[in-house]
């Protein structure tokens, strides 16, 4: 399978100009709630922005349902820390997202929609090997606490971008995930440079800098530690250990 920067299939710029328009360039109209999700997420359009309006999904920090385990109103930061590591490591493919902080009803992340099928995970876990292993291995890293079935969007080219990176980056072990299929399989050689990159990256590169305006200290000293865990030549991909291992409902 070809590498390449997944989340930023058409190269730099054009991902750095979606990025500044959902910063905050147009107006950004919210359209109406998308129902489903335990926080509030709204459906918005950018305006203006031919030819007919780029759509986002935006998720104010206020918005977000209180937890027992993540502090609340840093949700939204944890989406964008996850969209900023995955175009270093180069997958697996997210929307462009950032911090927006006017818009409606505060500050909060705005993803760029994805406009997909009914597929998931669950209707392809047979095929695409590597873009599941890509995703696996990125939920380790972020110590992912919710990857249902549903967070994998089909696109219209047959593209699989992954959404919704809230409960991600605890300092606490928290991996829960449907994609246990790689379970005690060493890392694969084709992402070790990858990861390699990232972890330079996050110990003195730029993207040091941009987490530390998202994650706390103790949670960017965790995110270094899993990099370095799974380079170890001893590591393999984790193994559920309870029902609590994967995420309810799983879609």
């Known amino acids: 399978m070809a ?18 328009l959902l910063a905050g360039l147009p107006d950004l ?32 920090a206020r918005g977000e ?13 944890r989406e964008v820390a996850a969209y900023e590591l995955s175009k270093v490591l180069g997958w697996p493919r997210i929307p462009p997202t950032v911090v927006r902080r006017k818009a409606p009803h505060g500050v909060g992340a705005v993803q760029q929609f994805i406009e997909a099928d009914h597929r998931h995970f669950l209707d392809e876990q047979s095929k695409r090997r590597g873009t599941w292993e890509q995703v696996a291995l990125f939920d380790v890293i972020v110590n992912n606490a ?20 809230g409960l991600t980056f605890h300092v606490d072990q928290k991996l829960r995930t449907v994609i ?7 890392l694969p050689p084709a992402l070790c440079g990858d990861v390699e990159r990232a972890l330079a990256e996050v110990e003195k590169g730029r993207l040091a800098k941009t987490l530390d305006r998202l994650l706390n200290p103790a949670e960017v000293r965790l995110l270094k530690r899993r990099l370095r865990g799974v380079l170890d030549p001893a590591w393999r991909f984790p193994e559920p250990t ?10």
């Not at 246990?180 to 060493?186: I, K, N, P, R, V």
């Not at 309870?242 to 879609?251: D, E, F, G, R, Y």
Request: charged fraction near 25%; include cysteine.
């Open 3 to 20: 590498r390449g920067r997944s989340s930023d299939p058409g190269g730099r710029a054009p991902v750095e100009k979606t990025e500044r």
């Open 29 to 60: 109209k919210v359209l109406g709630l998308l129902h489903g999700s335990s926080n509030y997420t709204f459906l918005a359009r950018l305006e203006p922005h031919p030819p007919a309006g780029l759509l986002a999904v935006y998720k104010p």
């Open 65 to 77: 349902s209180p937890l027992w385990d993540f502090e609340a109103g840093t949700l939204y930061q």
């Open 146 to 165: 919710d990857r249902k079935s549903g967070h994998c969007l089909f696109d219209s080219k047959d593209d699989v971008w992954v959404i919704d990176h």
């Open 180 to 186: 246990w299929d790689f379970s005690g399989e060493a």
């Open 242 to 251: 309870s029902a609590w291992s994967i995420p309810w409902p799983p879609v």
